[in-house]
């Protein structure tokens, strides 16, 4: 591990340098990428510089247990237990620092909502999900942009498609793409029986223009006019917009601006996001990481995730976490599962280094 840190501080060195170089100042791309390259090293770095003074520690806490009087060996055995103790912690800290970046990290993302099995119960869940992730994302500070929105008959949601804007917004939102279940007394219900429902959350990283080549004869551009609950018209123009990608047969359709130009600009978006998704999980099988898709087929089997209403239960079924305190994580807390998520990852990929 050192032969690595001595070169990624030699790196660290070498662009903080060029930075400093006029040339460097006067090209807007070239410094925007060492900017953002020195913000990765120097975690890293800073680090390793503490582990160095730790280590050193560690010796003069060993040659003063060594030389030191019978009566003074246990309190130098305390403070070379201490120092060695940090040089652990700081390994530790390091190794994950080390671990490959997620290409996604410090990007936007794209979060899809739609009712899935449980007719309208499963409208009704994908609004409660949509709300729960509005508060997280307040919560965290996040920006929140409705991208389409498409109520059901009873005010629940056939589909929402928002993006969200943070630091942090794809580390927070990566694991929570799948099928959601939930298990409940429906308001449609007579008889008090509680019914499972679904709906599905897909979770993408916002693409720019630059990261997905589009070539405009492989698109398949609908208009026509919107509609609203029920399918009756809203509007008196063609102003929705259907693109369909025709190499994937990905199909993205907008409706929610009147303009027939902002409508296909959202849709614009959501297809390179959702193209560049795709691209990035057949890179991933390709290297033997193969996953399953995060929505699979929609059914109650496929599940992430489950929230049981008559025991006030929240059990994330990939790391086996339960809960219970559901009204709090509806209301946005949803810290503690996505910390979970978040370590089982680490956890997992230093596995996977260690192999």
Do not use: C
């Amino acid at each position: 591990m050192d032969e690595r840190l001595d070169a990624i501080e030699a790196e660290f060195a070498a662009v903080e340098a060029q930075l400093m170089e006029p040339a460097t100042s006067a090209d807007p791309n070239l410094l925007r990428e060492l900017s953002k390259r020195h913000k990765e090293l120097s975690e890293i770095v800073g680090s390793y510089r503490q582990l160095r003074s730790a280590r050193e520690d560690v010796e003069v806490a060993t040659e003063l247990y060594d030389g030191a009087e019978p009566d003074e060996r246990e309190e130098m055995r305390g403070e070379l237990d201490r120092s060695t103790q940090a040089v652990s912690v700081i390994e530790d800290e390091l190794q994950a620092l080390l671990l490959p970046k997620d290409p996604n990290d410090g990007r936007a993302v794209i979060v899809e909502i739609r009712g899935a099995e449980g007719g309208e119960e499963a409208n009704l869940f994908a609004r409660d999900l949509y709300e729960m992730y509005l508060r997280y994302a307040a919560h965290r500070g996040f920006k929140v942009e409705v991208i389409e929105e498409r109520a059901s008959e009873r005010d629940g949601l056939d589909e929402v498609i928002f993006k969200i804007v943070g630091n942090e917004a794809w580390t927070r939102f990566e694991h929570e793409g799948g099928v959601h279940r939930v298990q409940r007394v429906p308001v449609t219900e007579s008889k008090g029986r509680v019914h499972t429902s679904s709906a599905t959350v897909m979770v993408l990283p916002e693409a720019e223009e630059v990261d997905v080549d589009i070539d405009p004869n492989d698109l398949k551009i609908d208009v026509y006019r919107s509609s609203g609950p029920g399918g009756q018209s809203v509007n008196t123009t063609d102003s929705a917009v259907r693109i369909t990608h025709m190499p994937t047969g990905i199909v993205v359709a907008m409706q929610d601006e009147k303009s027939q130009i902002q409508n296909r600009a959202k849709a614009m978006l959501v297809l390179r996001s959702r193209l560049l998704k795709a691209a990035q999980d057949a890179a991933a099988a390709e290297a033997g990481d193969l996953r399953r898709s995060q929505v699979g087929g929609g059914g109650r089997a496929e599940k992430i995730r489950t929230y049981n209403f008559k025991e006030s239960r929240v059990t994330d079924h990939r790391i086996n976490l339960t809960l219970y305190k559901l009204d709090a994580v509806l209301n946005g807390d949803l810290d503690e599962i996505v910390d979970a998520l978040m370590a089982a990852k680490r956890a997992r990929q230093l596995t996977e280094g260690d192999g």
